[in-house]
């Protein structure tokens, strides 16, 4: 395990791709729970999302949810923008990271917002040249990535065709999102492999589910690549809207307690990460799939009666 990175970089994405899966919460749960996330040593924190409320009703208090929220110095918070408009309005807010979406997957993207991948990515380059004249970043993040739940596999070269048009356009990252859950650890490493050949300079974050339960096999193939820049949900936040019934993003603190067991720092207070994980729980009113927050740790013990 020596070749893994000594450490990752942790972006929360609970508050927005967790929650916008789940039955809408009030505002002040929200900044609750942002609050709470805050203050468990992870640097990056997805906090809202700028979409029209009646394409996600869950995020429609954006601003209000921004507005609430306690600053903690050292956290990095972060905004989705869907397009030119919502990145407007990020900006506007004082957002100074950006992400905003495309689908390699040309009939997801036209269900998900109604024009072709190539239409979005004539627009993002017009995202990523606004956030830069606002001095902000923009980072491009590819979705269904390792599969479409209308097209099945998405081949690898069109993927990598997807995120190199947003390099070239001056994406500060990419980021490959497991839309569905159908990343497998040799999938991942076809991806990352190719990806580094033809954009060997590009920052590269990885946004795993779970839904099929290779979430962490996955993290763990990108580790060993020296891939060290991951997202994950607090609880395991979140569901998938194109499997119903099954789990979505990969638990925070699962993350953590894998990856720190390996020796890779995380920065992330593990036991501060359950407890807002079980805040998440209390305020959704439902059982989150995490594992580690049902056990604890592995080295929580039982007092000898």
């Known amino acids: 395990m020596s070749d893994l990175p000594e450490r990752i970089s942790l972006r929360e994405v609970g508050p927005r791709d967790g929650l916008q899966n789940e039955d809408p919460i009030s505002t002040a749960s929200k900044v ?15 906090a809202v999302s700028f979409v029209h409320p009646r394409a996600i009703p869950q995020m ?20 989705l923008v869907p397009n030119l408009r919502g990145a407007e309005r990020a900006l506007q807010a004082g957002f100074d990271e950006i992400e905003v979406v495309v689908s390699a997957s040309d009939t997801h993207n036209r269900k998900n917002v ?6 979005s990515l004539d627009e993002i380059a017009q995202v990523i040249a606004l956030a830069h004249d606002r001095a902000a970043t923009c980072q491009v993040i590819v979705s269904t990535a390792w599969g479409c ?26 980021g490959f999102g497991d839309t569905t859950g159908m990343a497998t650890p040799p999938r991942v490493t076809a991806l990352v492999g190719e990806m580094r050949m033809a954009n060997p300079d590009a920052g590269v974050n990885l946004h795993f589910h779970n839904t099929r339960g290779t979430g962490l096999a996955n993290v763990l193939a990108a580790l060993q690549l020296g891939v060290s820049d991951f997202d994950a949900s607090v609880g395991g936040l979140g569901g998938c809207p194109y499997a119903p019934g099954a789990t979505g993003n990969i638990a925070t603190e699962e993350l953590v307690h894998m990856v720190e067991d390996m020796g890779v720092a995380t920065g992330v207070d593990l036991e501060a990460m359950i407890g807002a994980a079980r805040e998440a729980e209390r305020l959704v009113g439902r059982t989150l799939p995490s594992q580690v927050l049902r ?3 592995r080295t929580r013990t039982i007092p000898v009666g």
Do not use: K
């Open 149 to 174: 739940p209308y097209e099945g596999d998405v081949p690898v070269s069109r993927v990598v065709a997807v995120a190199g048009r947003a390099v070239r356009d001056g994406a500060d990252s990419i």
């Open 60 to 79: 429609a208090d954006a601003d209000e949810v921004w507005s609430g929220i306690e600053r903690v110095p050292g956290v990095r918070y972060s905004a």
């Open 114 to 119: 109604n024009r072709s991948t190539e239409e």
């Open 295 to 297: 056990a604890g740790p």
């Open 32 to 46: 609750a729970l942002i609050d709470a996330l805050s203050h468990t040593g992870v640097q990056r924190i997805e």
